[in-house]
């Protein structure tokens, strides 16, 4: 199983960047994804998901309005479409899948999560 996410990079306040999520070794459909960051002296934290389906999505409070979580299982890709970024959006993005019979369900919380991906590195500059 492998999950590669790219798409990090430096912009500045107000900018926008749409990071993906490549996955393999896996039947995408069978799990919900999600993201997570971890910013520099903090601890790792959720940012957004996605049920199965499609139809439930989640985002922490500090990106709701600005993130969008999409998923297409046909390429096995997750993206996050992410807008109006902050400096305090600077942080490693992490991808993850985990794995559910339910298909109408997300998962906010990192440790029920059972694949993750490398990281990649976004900077908002002031």
């Known amino acids: 199983v492998q999950l590669q996410a790219f798409g990090g990079g430096l912009v500045q306040a107000g900018d926008s960047l749409r990071l993906s999520c490549a996955v393999s070794g896996l039947i995408q459909n069978r799990y919900i994804m999600g993201w997570f960051r971890q910013a520099p002296g903090k601890e790792r934290e959720f940012v957004a998901a996605?049920?199965?389906?499609?139809?439930?999505?989640n985002y922490s409070d500090a990106v709701k309005g600005r993130f969008t979580i999409s998923r297409n299982d046909a390429k096995n890709t997750v993206l996050l479409q992410m807008n109006s970024l902050k400096p305090e959006d600077t942080a490693v993005y992490y991808c993850a899948a985990d794995f559910r019979t339910h298909s109408n369900v997300v998962i906010t919380t990192d440790y029920e999560y059972d694949y993750w991906g490398q990281g990649t590195l976004v900077t908002v500059s002031s």
């Open positions: 996605i049920s199965r389906n499609s139809r439930i999505t």
